[in-house]
């Protein structure tokens, strides 16, 4: 072999592997979405309420974790909203499907008419069911995040307590006031991913309906500007940390509904 | 550990309590040798002597009962009331400086003696008043004030802890050591014999009165008892030996005058029962019934079964229809536990935080609104099965004002029964009249034990107390010193539950039946299901006996491992039967319940049915008494003995049952039942209406079962039942 060959095939394998050892390079970002790139991140989580949780095990655990998971996870990489699904988005979504719950009761409770409250367009939707969130997924071609998957985006992979970094920050969410905001109000409270009102403004359903055999639920995330106060028997408001969890026992859709909870969606990379 | 007293004596006593020795005016106050030379003071009435000894101190010298002739502090020195101890030697040096007045009021006779050390730097005065009615009860108050401002010594005005003894309570001796027993409160408000591993009573609160400590004797079966009604130290002991050693401390501020404490003492015959009685008696006099006298808590006080309901929880809501199954639920209640009396439903907790929709808002969002639960409701109704709703004291994020109006408007929009008072042991009379106003026929169920103050109003409560609900033969005293009061055993995260079941039967108390604790399944057993059949049946059946104004804790029996309750009524009594501490059969019988195991007093004409193992129970007399003999060991360690007059008379002629009552009654039919030899439960085979009827065994499918029960049923109440026992094969055989 002459020493040009060789070198021509020196020269290969070094653009390979500075090419292998870049990382992936995605297509752009679909509008108003924002990357998490595949990788490993720490699924920690604790129970926000303590009320119904053995059975858990039985549905989610494989390692005799009672209470907590806490291990390391390979997350796809996937893009997922930026922002929580506004009413706005939502009307859009109405206005092309129709769509129509089977149980409309507090179906979008909060509009009158087909149409939102003046001034809230930009406000996550609320009153909207795990199904009528997922109805609104498919419409957009994207899905509901795992909790995985809303975790590693609220968190990034340095296991920090809040969207924005380790230190409670109440003028970095909307955590205890009257009322949802419009989305995106605390820029300064973006995830390391930039994806913002993980923590306050409404929760978040997640893509984890199940049956314990015995009831339905579903886990709901990053609490909501609702902080119901006066007793510890409450289902807890407020500021919920990226690693809590909040059970939420289903039962008739209008209960389900809530003025606190609404949704963001995600959908793979590629 | 085993004491306990004849029923017979009971009612005598009863009756002792309730029909008083009117106008006794024979109490005398003497002193001797004279009034200006004391020594003694003697208290009498007909009934009993109080001696008391006036030197250093005040002694009880003599306790004489007149109606036994028994000086009960015989072998005894004389024993200081109150001995109040300074903290440095030399405390109670010198002669005491007494004085006495005495205080004459109709029916009454008091004495005050004030005393105090001559050694001048002890500023203790005690000041205690003796005073003795028409009863045996000698009442007790004591006084102490510190005195040490009063200039009588070089220090300065000082604060005092004295150590102080009762040696006349703690030093008492009753005969033997060995026989001599103590009833004591113990922890909070548990009561127990000698100490806390026997078994132990439950009350009320803390703060509540206390029942009187009790001293007795069983083999001279007598005693005395020390009812606190007043008292500045806890009074709580872990076990007998704590009681005799304790010294009780009191710090007092220079002048502090302190009221320590105002106590009866009553000597008694019999055991720790005649405390009971006495302090049911005082309980009672002091209670107002008025919210047990209305209609609803007579038919509140006959539903014992209840169902926890967690609405979330698919056993009731069906996802797919968006509908809650009551019809379904209840046939399940039905063949599962044997039907609900009431069910409690549970919509808010632990989803209510989430959004601010409170516990009042959360109704009109379940399926169909309140037209829909009211049509829920109403299908119960039609089942006889009550529906309560809960109350949330501590959801006040919207306020806690018009709350009780709220729950009120709910009650009415529904129809429901009743209101549970979560995390409650008390309620406000503004909240029953708020109910009251849409619908009178409604109970109030707190989850906490209320206490006497509360349970006035409240007139249901769970018994919550954990593992003291869920031993046997642990007896709940409230339940027998109030039984108008409704009250029902649950201990949700138990995994066994069978002496929560025999508790409920031993105690003759409803049961809840929690399967979804918020989410939480904690399924019963099959076994747990069937016991509880079997104590819903009975309790139903025998409700007019179990719900008797006179039920009585812990009668005698002959055994010292058996433990009775019993539940009297004029024409009825329930006995349920614990063993404790069945275990290895060995070939001794000894160890075995066979044979006589109880004395009762009832008439010559009832009879005996163990309905809980199906077994006729037979009878030998002894000295004019019905001795009550196991014939073969019962099959479980509870055993329930009804007794009742014999009614039925039932004749086997071949396959053929010849069946008559006697005395015909009204609303009456026969109902005739096998027994599922399984389970031990009753199968319902074929009613006979009227007053006699034939009965061809072929008719009864008689496989497996081989017990025949014959029962006499008044308004779905046992008034008689014959058990006949067709034999293994018997009758196969013969086919």
Known sequence: ?270 | MKNKIYPIFIIILICTYLFPVAGNAKIQLQYLPNKDMVKYIILENDSVQYKLLCEKGIHLAGLLDKTTGIDLMQGNPPLLFISVRMPWSLSDVGYQLFTFTEEQQEGRKAVTISQQSGYVENPIVITQTFALDNSAKLSWQVQLVNTSTGGRTYRDPETVTNNIYFPVLQRFQLGKTADMHYLLPTQNSFYCIDNADDFIFYFTSSEDPKMPIDIYNEKSNNGVYFHFLASKFFLNFTDKNDLISRVFKLTQEPGQKTELLNCLISPHQGDWHAAFWAFKKYIRANFDFTYYKRPIQEKYRQRFVSHFTFLYGHDIYDPKDNRFRIDEFLDEGELNFGGYDYMLLWHDYPRMGIDNRNQFDMYSDLPGGLPGVKEMVDKAHTRDVHVYIPYKPWDIMNGRTGHFEREAEIAKAIGSDGVFLDTMGESDIAFRTALDAVNPDNVFVSEGRPDLAAAELVTGSWNQQGNATNKMPNVDLFRFIIPEHNVHNINRGARDRDELIYNALFNGTGFIVWEDIFGEINRYSWNERVLIHRYSRIIHENRDAYLTDNPMPLVTDLRADVFVNAFPVTDKCVYPVYQLGREEVDRSLDNRLIGPFMLVSHPDDWHYVDVWNHQTIPTVKQDGRTVLVFPEEPTDVMSCIIAMPKNLQVDKQGNTLNIKAVKPLDNSFIQINTVNNLTMMEEEKMKITGASGMVDLAQLDLKFPYKVIVKLMQDSVLKDEIIVDTGWLVFDSKK
Not at chain 1, 147 to 154: D, F, G, H, V
Not at chain 1, 159 to 168: A, L, T
Request: hydrophobic share 35%; proline share 5%; glycine share 8%.
């Open chain 1, 1 to 270: 072999m002459n020493r040009k060959k060789i070198f021509y095939v020196l020269i290969a394998i070094f653009i390979f592997s500075v090419y292998i050892n870049n990382d992936i390079v995605y297509s752009a970002a679909p509008k108003g979405m924002q990357l998490v790139p595949a990788g490993e991140f720490q699924f920690h989580v604790e129970y926000r309420w303590r009320e119904g949780l053995t059975l858990d095990t039985l549905v989610y655990d494989d390692h005799g974790f009672r209470y907590r998971f806490n291990e390391k996870v390979y997350v796809p990489a996937f893009y997922i909203d930026k922002t929580e699904v506004t009413n706005e988005q939502f009307k859009a979504f109405l206005d092309a499907t129709h769509y129509k719950p089977q149980w409309p009761e507090n179906f979008l409770k909060h509009w009158s008419n087909g149409m939102y409250p003046a001034g809230k367009a930009n406000h996550p939707v609320v009153w909207i069911s795990l199904e009528d969130a997922c109805a609104f997924a498919k419409w957009a071609g994207k899905r509901l995040p795992s909790e995985q998957e809303w975790q590693k985006a609220a968190q990034g992979t340095d296991g920090r307590d809040w969207p924005w970094g380790n230190v409670y920050d109440p003028n970095k969410a909307n955590i205890d006031s009257d009322d949802t905001q419009a989305v995106g109000s605390y820029p300064q409270g973006a995830s390391p991913y930039g994806c913002l009102d993980m923590t306050g403004n409404v929760w978040e359903w997640t893509d984890s309906f199940a049956s314990d055999g015995y009831h339905y639920f579903s886990w709901i995330r990053g609490g909501s500007y609702f902080f119901a106060k006066g007793s510890l028997w409450y289902m807890q408001g407020g500021p919920i940390a990226n690693y809590q969890r909040t059970k939420y026992w289903y039962m008739t859709p209008a209960l389900n509904r809530s003025s606190s909870i609404g949704f963001r969606c995600v959908k793979d990379a590629k």
